[in-house]
């Protein structure tokens, strides 16, 4: 029967490796926790904390850094479960990199009906255990041979995209403006794609339904640019997808997105600067160059735009970025946005220009916003 720490063995902190093919590091960190064992101390592993309390944001670099905090976990009775789980997870990853194979991370959560007492219960628990491990190793999931269900985002416009044929390896050439009704929809790895366009920039937009409507009235040729639906907050896809092809092709990226602490906070912060939770891979997945050209308060009342109240939830929201987000709090120009809306008690959708006309929004609107650069937020 296992003892508490206190009556047998000491604590041993195993180094986790930063460098190296991910299989040979999970093979280096298990070894560690199995040695430690058998010399009957307690292993202990430790992870960062991924939250906006344990990030800064420099504006230099552009993005959330992770920053020292870290919590411990110690091999006891109480924890031998998730000890286990998490060594059964890296099993897993390793014989998914080894083989070249992948799974979601859906599927893993499946896999782990095999697994005996060491079984998640719930899709939550898997994927908590999955992100500490992707933390563990500064690496991104996929790398551990675990992909997202989530869509990666919808592309049109002047824009070719290089990729490679999965059986044969030649390239194949998408051409993103013969999509006919549908769309290029970027794939979950988009690592080894290459990219060829004369396009004058990159134009993100929050709803699909807004998205819809520029596609079809042709905005991209109109404006010579390529549009991108996020679908709401982007994928880890899209926004490494923006961020390849924006520091490829050397094309600012504009965001475009509904007036309120959503769009803003949610939105367009993760797409620029990342997030608490992902913050050990925030330099690779956010956009540090992206603008807002969505609608702010002024706009509200520029356009004299038909409004919803500002709900608690939202002034709740404000007021948390406002406190505690790194990106707000070293932005005078989005805290005064954000007062502006509170002030207003009022937030607008991006279809709301659509009370001066259905096609207002490409014959005014953006128009109006990519001539004047003092409207855009940073």
Known sequence: MAKDNKDEGKDVKIKVKRDGKVSARIVDLS?????TIIKKDHPQIETPIRALSNVSYDPK???????????????????VKTFAQTLRMLALSKNLVDTDDIATKREAYYVSKNWGEARFHEQPESDTVMDDIEAMFMVNREQLGFLPEEKGGDVAGQLIVVDKDPETGKEVKIDCTKMGTGAYSVPSSVEELKFETKAKFILAIETAGMYQRLVKHFYWKKA????????????????????????????????????????????????????????HINQYFCVPQAKFIGITAQDIIKYDLPTHPLKEIDIKRVKDGIKNDPFIQQSPQWQKALNDLVKMKKRAEQQALAKHGLNYVITTYLPDKMADPKSWLP
Request: proline content about 4%.
């Open 61 to 79: 670099s552009g993005y959330f850094v992770l920053q020292d905090t870290t919590k411990t976990r110690t091999l006891t009775v109480n924890t």
């Open 224 to 279: 010579n640019c390529i549009l991108i639906s996020m679908g709401g907050v982007p994928t880890r896809a899209c926004r490494r997808f923006i961020r390849r092809l924006s520091d490829d092709k050397k094309l600012p990226v504009f965001v475009f997105t509904d007036g309120d602490p959503y769009g803003w906070l949610n939105i367009y912060r993760t797409l620029k600067v990342g997030s608490g939770n992902a913050a």
């Open 31 to 35: 070894k560690g926790i199995f040695d």
